[in-house]
């Protein structure tokens, strides 16, 4: 039996923030972001249990999660139903689902704590929450839903991204094409049809364009949609 992908599996939703989030007598962790080091309350150091014990309950809970066609992962999040949630893969979790079944969730449930984060996914669909604010922020600035420009200015120089109509679309190639973004993948949300914008603006090479010659009207809608902050790889 096929399940949806995204599917929290073990724990019900809703909604929290994560300034509510703290066992009472502790402090509601900051979202800060530092590739290899942290993001948020999630160091490299970091068990499942230890979220769970300093986190309100409820707030950490099993999930398999789509990863890319057919692929599926079984991992942990925080801050489920809310606009913060964040998905972990761990090192000692590391089995790759081709397709998800009853038995598949049944075995991610049933996994022993998992330690050896290994990174930690944070995405938004701004196209249906288009104004929500996001506290996640790393220490150079970078926050999910900025536009292609506040990113430029945050890499502090012209970066190379993928306007291919696959599931590399937006992905801002990273080493060994270009150092810039260090311990972090990140993917855009082009809102313009790929094949019109790979047409009409001059590219780099075939699916790639530089976020200089992207037209002020379209990059002021280009927004960042995903971080992947690399832990432990």
């Not at 800060?32 to 309350?41: D, Q």
Request: glycine share 8%; proline share 7%.
């Amino acid at each position: 039996m096929k399940m949806n992908a995204g599917v929290l599996i073990g724990a019900s939703l809703f909604l929290s923030h994560p300034a509510e989030a703290c066992n009472t007598g502790c402090k509601a962790p900051e979202l800060i972001i530092e590739p290899g080091r942290r993001a948020g309350p999630i160091t490299k150091d970091t068990s499942e249990a230890q979220l769970k014990a300093s986190l309100r309950p409820g707030e950490v809970v099993r999930l398999m999660v789509h990863i890319e066609e057919d692929v599926y992962q079984c991992g942990s999040a925080i801050f489920p139903g809310s606009l913060e949630m964040a998905f972990i893969t761990w090192g000692s979790m590391d089995k790759v689902y081709r397709g998800m079944t009853q038995e598949d969730v049944k075995e991610c449930l049933g996994m022993p704590n998992p330690t050896g984060p290994q990174n930690v996914i944070i995405q938004r669909d701004f196209r249906k929450e288009p104004n929500q604010p996001t506290a996640w922020r790393s220490t150079k600035g970078i926050r999910l839903g900025m536009d292609l420009k506040g990113l430029e200015a945050a890499a502090g120089k012209p970066f190379e991204f993928s306007v291919c109509p696959c599931d590399a679309a937006g992905f801002v190639f990273g080493m060994p094409r270009q150092d810039i973004f260090k311990g972090l993948d990140l993917w855009l949300d082009i809102p313009d049809s790929l094949e019109h914008v790979e047409k009409n603006i001059k590219a780099v090479e075939d699916y790639a364009l530089s976020s200089s010659n992207v037209p002020p009207d379209l990059a002021r809608k280009i927004r960042l949609r995903k971080i992947v902050v690399h832990l432990n790889d």
